[in-house]
């Protein structure tokens, strides 16, 4: 783990320092309009079919969908800058001899106020929030009769303040955080009794009988590292990288919770458009499970790697 945390980390510096200031100037020369409000919104439709027809080598139909919305309100004046944004995405899968399957479910906000004591200063004072959770069940299929996460079971919260630096800050930002509060919720109780998601769990007398609920909420209070940077790699290709390191002081601190996504944009044209898409988590809350000798069974393990990876074709339509 500690190796991954060191790659990631070499990663995103090397993004920060190893481009040119020219790509970040702020124009600091251009006549003060006053505050400003910017709203954008965006929606997104990425499609795949496979489809066959006497085929022989064989093969399964499928078509698989995800839907994306992305809506954004940012305020900025003299010394103050407030973005906000909120994201919507829901994927879904169908093979013709399996029912319809989840892909992908996230539903996020985020709220970042930042403080600018010297308009000539690349470094911000800087609060932030964030929130995600999901809002359809999950399920570890083909099992859809006991779901593993519902709506709030997790759901994540992020609180906290620190420093930010960036030259041009929507482009590129770096930012430490040493006091960050998190809370997870697991508002389901079965999943909350099972101790899921790194809450704890019920308490049970010897002949199984429930004794003290699980917790619903666990808190935390730890260190936050952040770093996002958005490039023009070649003509109509973007990328934009953000990393996430999260270590708990009370609860083995060092060890750090990583969440990384790597996402490559290829423009077509103003509506059609390509995604390849990396998205990297380790959390140590978060056990995984092994099969055991009984169907149907499995025992707890320890907490692995999360990577999930997207390749998509679709339309995307900014308003």
């Known amino acids: 783990m500690k190796n991954i945390v060191l790659i990631i980390f070499c990663f995103f510096f090397q993004i920060i320092s190893a481009q040119p200031d020219s790509l970040f100037l702020k124009v600091k020369s251009e006549k003060y309009e006053g505050p400003q409000w910017v709203q954008k919104n965006k929606a997104t439709v990425d499609l795949s079919e496979v489809a066959f027809v006497n085929w022989n080598s064989g093969g399964t139909n499928s078509i698989s969908g995800l ?77 859809t009769d006991n779901p593993i996460s519902r709506f709030m079971a997790p759901g994540y919260l992020f609180f906290g303040g620190g420093m930010e630096y960036g030259k041009n800050i929507d482009k590129m930002s770096f930012y430490f955080s040493p006091v960050t509060l998190k809370a997870t919720f697991v508002l389901d109780e079965t999943l909350a009794n099972a101790g899921k998601f790194g809450v704890e769990p019920a308490v049970y007398d010897s002949e199984g ?13 730890g260190i936050l590292i952040t770093n996002s940077r ?14 996430s390191l999260y270590s708990d002081y009370v609860h083995n601190f060092g060890n750090v ?9 290829f423009k077509v ?42 390749l998509g074709v679709g339309f995307a339509v900014d308003f």
């Open 67 to 143: 839907l994306g919305f992305e809506t954004s309100a940012n305020y900025t004046d003299k010394y103050f800058n407030w973005k906000n944004n909120a994201v919507l995405r829901m994927g879904m899968n169908k093979q013709e001899s399996t029912e319809l399957r989840k892909t992908d479910d996230l539903f996020e906000i985020n709220s970042n106020i930042g403080y600018q004591p010297d308009e000539n200063s690349n470094w911000f004072y800087s609060a932030r929030l964030n929130f995600k959770t999901q809002l359809f069940n999950g399920y570890r299929y083909p099992d």
């Open 230 to 243: 958005e490039l023009k790699v070649a003509e109509n290709v973007n990328l934009k990288h953000q990393v």
């Open 257 to 265: 919770d990583v969440d990384w996504q790597l996402d490559f944009d």
């Open 269 to 310: 044209n103003n509506f059609i458009r390509a995604t390849l898409g990396s998205h990297i988590r380790y959390d140590d809350d978060i056990k995984t499970l092994k099969e055991t000798d009984v169907e149907g069974e499995f025992d707890e393990a320890g907490a692995k790697i999360q990577w999930k990876q997207f």
């Open 209 to 221: 009988n429930l004794l003290v609920k699980g917790e619903r909420v666990r808190r935390e209070v």
